[in-house]
RNA sequence: GGCCAGUUGGUGAAGUGGCUUAACACACUGCCCUUUCACGGCAGCAUUCAUGGAUUCGAAUUCCAUACUGGUCACCA
């Protein structure tokens, strides 16, 4: 009897060979350095930040040389798999904007992309493997296999199938039969040729060349439900997919030695694999992986509710993928990251560590150069989840919300206020007579009660106006001038023995009666768009207050 | 325990044998500008690249040990 007749006795329904296949899923038609890449979670849940780093990665890279970019689903494993996994992962990612060229619910002409779907693809293959006598039936139990670690654990030698342990690799076709017959469960394993004193050399585009021992497991390529684990799907499903660039996290670097004895198994053309670093996490004193249960910050929606916008985080993303992005983009803010050209070779060799404060300050970046529109739609859609009361106030007041985001902000160095959309309400609250209703008073030098009432009264009455920025504030100095302020800084500086206080201590007072707030923005932009009546308005109520 | 990788200021990091008296950015501190704040400008912030040896005229960069950190050793991905 031949492997042929073995394999034809395990797998008598597969009648598609592996050839067949070449022809299903023909080599893409592209230019030389395109790349094809794929992001390949598991339908655990929903998207998190170490997930949404891991397929930008492959994403850019894809577009960056207009290439594919594939979502592939490995649920392979039925026991963790979640309902609705598939389509949760698909909207978070679309909801970041990357563009998914094949993938489960949009197609594409190398599907399936759900791994249980391509059963039959797989069967296919590890049939052709065991008729080349490259794999095998084996029916050991979980308990033989749990003896046999035992025992090699009590002699101290290497823990897995191989060797001399490797009890049903000399199988005969009858005895193969008999098992079946018997109704017995089994799984394929590897016939692996690998030899563990023998190195293989390996070259990763990010860790570089990279020494391990081969493998000599006999690794099982497909369980017991017929389904393969990751190893063997990847490869065919790599290879299948014409897949140019697998990125994929470090983790499986320690396999790889396996996974290439399978590329060389069935002599497909390797593509090449860039081991990506997770994104890391201080924990008290130790830095770990980020995760998706102990980390708050991993989740998505963490940002969202912050009001971070995701350009920003994926300008953060990109200074992690190239740290010398961060150079680049300060020389040219008014380009996209697409416009820069990332490299694997200039990635971080140890995980990147998630640093929230950066994050922020590349927000603030990011949101001081918007314009007043894009802040207001912006500010809109995130307060329609987050802030209601905010939301409806700020379309009632849409024209006015729009005036106040533009404060010093279409100018050559805008302020920088916001580093998230859940920071703007705290710090234009005073604008809004629905949201005013101060119970402290910032007061500055100046806290004489009567002192105060004399400025504003005076204020109101002879120096009110705001017909422009100069008038307003050359009527402010005259005003200090008549009270006995300074009107000068400078003369104030050389002889502060002179006067009662400056034109600052003035304006202090101005700020303060109509803001509450003694820091705030241009107080003459906050003045015009406040407008006479309710500024008099909060003045008098001041008065009786105090 | 075996195997693999990593270790540069408070943080992210640049750096691939002489251009480094270690870039850039974040954070922090001080000064300047200034009606407050923010912005901006200037300055400060690692005599040192985990430790110890070796190679070299010369090492953060090469080699060897040690320590520490992380990863991995499944019919999980």
């Known amino acids: ?40 979670p598991s339908p655990t849940g929903r998207v998190h930040m170490g997930n949404l780093f891991a397929s930008f990665v492959p994403e850019v890279f894809a577009r960056q040389t207009d290439g594919v970019f594939i979502l592939r689903i490995e649920d392979t494993d039925a026991k963790r798999a979640i309902e609705n996994g598939i389509e949760l992962i698909l909207d978070d990612l679309k909801n970041y904007n990357y563009k998914i060229d094949e993938n489960p619910i949009d197609g594409g002409n190398y599907g399936p992309y759900i791994q249980t779907e391509r059963k039959e693809i797989y069967d296919a293959f590890a049939k052709y493997l065991v008729s080349i006598g490259r794999a095998y039936p084996c029916f050991c139990s979980e308990e033989d296999l749990t003896n046999m670690r035992s025992e090699q654990e009590a002699k101290k030698e290497r823990i897995g199938y191989y060797g001399k342990y490797a009890k049903c690799r000399n199988l005969t076709y009858e005895e193969v039969k008999a098992h079946l017959d018997n109704g017995d469960k089994y799984v394929i394993r590897l016939r692996s040729q690998g030899d563990f004193n023998k190195k293989i050399i390996f070259k990763d585009l990010i860790k570089g060349t990279i020494e391990l021992p081969e493998n000599d497991l006999d690794q099982v390529i497909i369980k017991s439900d017929g389904i393969p684990p990751y190893a063997f799907a990847h490869v065919v499903d790599d290879h299948l997919m014409r897949v140019t660039h697998v990125t994929r996290d470090d983790s499986y670097i320690s396999s790889v030695p396996y996974h290439m004895e399978l590329w060389e198994a069935f002599n497909f053309k390797k593509p090449k694999f860039a081991h990506l670093l997770p ?3 201080k924990d008290g004193e130790t830095v770990r992986k980020i995760s998706k249960r102990k980390d708050p910050e991993a989740a998505v929606s963490f940002y969202h509710e912050r009001g971070i916008p995701k350009e920003a985080i994926k300008l953060y993303f990109a200074t992690l993928l190239n740290s010398n992005f961060e150079e680049w983009y300060l020389q040219n803010q008014d380009k996209s990251y697409r416009d820069f050209t990332f490299t694997f070779n200039k990635m971080s060799k140890s995980g990147p560590l998630f640093d929230l404060d950066k994050l922020l300050n590349i927000s603030r970046n990011y949101i001081s150069r918007l314009t007043k529109d894009e802040v207001y739609d912006d500010l809109l859609t995130w307060s329609n989840t987050y802030d209601k009361d905010f939301y409806n106030l700020i379309i009632k007041y849409k024209e006015y919300t729009k005036n106040i985001l533009n404060i010093e902000r279409q100018q050559k160095k805008p302020r920088k206020d916001y580093s998230s959309y859940s920071d703007i309400k705290d710090q234009v609250f005073y604008m809004y007579d629905e949201l005013y209703n101060p119970d402290n008073y910032e007061w500055g030098q100046i806290t004489d009660k009567k002192e105060i009432n004399t400025i504003l009264n005076l204020y109101m009455e002879k120096y009110y106006d705001v017909s422009d920025k100069d008038t307003w504030f050359n009527n402010i100095k005259l005003l200090s001038e008549e009270l006995g302020y300074a009107g000068n800084m400078k003369d104030y500086k050389n002889n502060p023995e002179n006067y009662k206080g400056s034109v600052a201590d003035v304006s202090t007072v101005l700020r303060v009666a109509i803001t509450s707030k003694s820091m705030t923005p241009d107080l003459y932009e906050i003045m015009r768009l406040l407008g006479k009546d309710r500024i008099e308005e909060r003045i008098k109520k001041l008065e009786k207050e105090i």
């Open 1 to 40: 009897m031949t492997n042929k007749d073995l394999a034809d006795l395990l797998f008598p329904n597969v009648t598609k060979t592996i050839e067949d296949y070449e022809k299903i899923y023909p080599e893409r038609q592209l230019k030389e350095g395109t790349i094809v890449s794929r992001f390949a």
């Open 279 to 281: 994104l890391c996490i």
